[in-house]
């Protein structure tokens, strides 16, 4: 039964391994060449001034950037790939009939299926997420926040979790429609508004953000910004009892005094905290794909030879 499905699976995730492969070797690329530039401007040891943050950004925006959006779609594609014509072309083709009247019942028959085209999936996707993340260690100085879309769906751990979600909503979804275009596309769907959700409202209540703030009898008060490369939640000012000052954005020396500023802030997620970040949604992610994936047992049983 394994080898069965591994036959029908193979080809699958032959291709899923070639393109990944490719996209490693890019990666490469973009690890060792922008290593090279950080070191020949001494940013590796010491933080880039200015001027060389934006020389870099302007130098490898174009090469970087398109390497994100490939990455943000890759793990939804090897999913969707591997998910939907898992049970749907079975039935499309007519040859789940051959698999529900042999003695291997009908659950373990789902179960192998998921497994067989689930397991090389993952690996693939994990060694995806490690290979972009170790690619773009180089570069977490001088580019955007890690925890923030799409820097974070497109490295480590959740590039993986994010995979084995398409999967098991374009496999279930299959089983249920029995139609390879329709479970595709409506996975794909659902996809998209999963990830939305839990970049823009679950992921910012993973931790509680840390603020830092400034008196506003120190120069240059307006100007301030937190260190490194921050997620940046929220801003503003405080009166000096601590009550939110309701006043326009910037607050100038005048505005300050009618208004009796005393703070400025800005609450922030740091950088360093973007493998307890990854952890927590992988560990989120993961669980919704195997709730999807589990969906599928009822429709299983309804089957019909």
């Not at 003695?103 to 397991?119: D, E, F, N, Q």
């Not at 260690?137 to 879309?149: D, E, G, K, Q, Y």
């Not at 959700?197 to 301030?224: I, M």
Request: charged content about 15%.
């Amino acid at each position: 039964m394994i080898w069965l499905a591994w036959r029908r699976q193979r080809a699958v995730a032959l291709v899923s391994a070639a393109v990944t492969g490719v996209v490693i070797a890019l990666l490469a690329v973009v690890h060792f060449v922008s290593a090279a530039r950080l070191e020949r401007d001494g940013c590796d040891v010491n933080p880039c001034s200015g001027d060389l943050v934006t020389a870099f950004q302007n130098d490898f925006q174009d090469l970087y950037f398109p390497m994100v959006m490939v990455l943000f779609a890759v793990p939804a594609l090897l999913g969707l790939f591997a998910g939907a014509p898992l049970f749907a072309r079975e039935a499309e083709q007519g040859t789940h009939v051959l698999a529900l009247t042999q003695s291997v019942g009908r659950l373990r028959w789902w179960a192998t299926k998921v497994l067989v085209a689930a397991v090389p999936l993952l690996v693939t996707a994990l060694a995806l997420g490690l290979a972009s993340e170790w690619a773009a260690r180089p570069l977490n100085l001088v580019m955007a926040s890690p925890i923030r879309t799409p820097m974070f769906e497109t490295r480590g751990l959740v590039v993986a979790a994010y995979a084995l979600l398409a999967f098991a909503l374009s496999a279930t979804i299959g089983l249920i429609l029995r139609n390879t275009l329709g479970a595709f596309a409506l996975a794909l769907g659902l996809y998209v508004v999963l990830l939305l959700v839990t970049g823009n409202v679950l992921r910012p209540q993973y931790a509680e953000p840390l603020r830092e703030q400034h008196s506003t009898a120190e120069e240059h008060y307006d100007e301030f910004e937190v260190a490194g490369n921050s997620w940046l939640m929220d801003g503003g000012y405080l009166k000096a009892d601590g009550s939110e000052a309701e006043v326009g954005e910037p607050c100038l020396p005048e505005c300050v005094r009618a208004n009796r500023v005393a703070w400025v802030y800005l609450d922030y997620q740091p950088a360093s905290r973007f493998w307890r970040f990854q952890l927590t949604e992988s560990a989120i992610i993961a669980a919704v794909a195997l709730l999807a994936a589990y969906a599928g047992a009822p429709a299983v049983r309804r089957l019909r030879p």
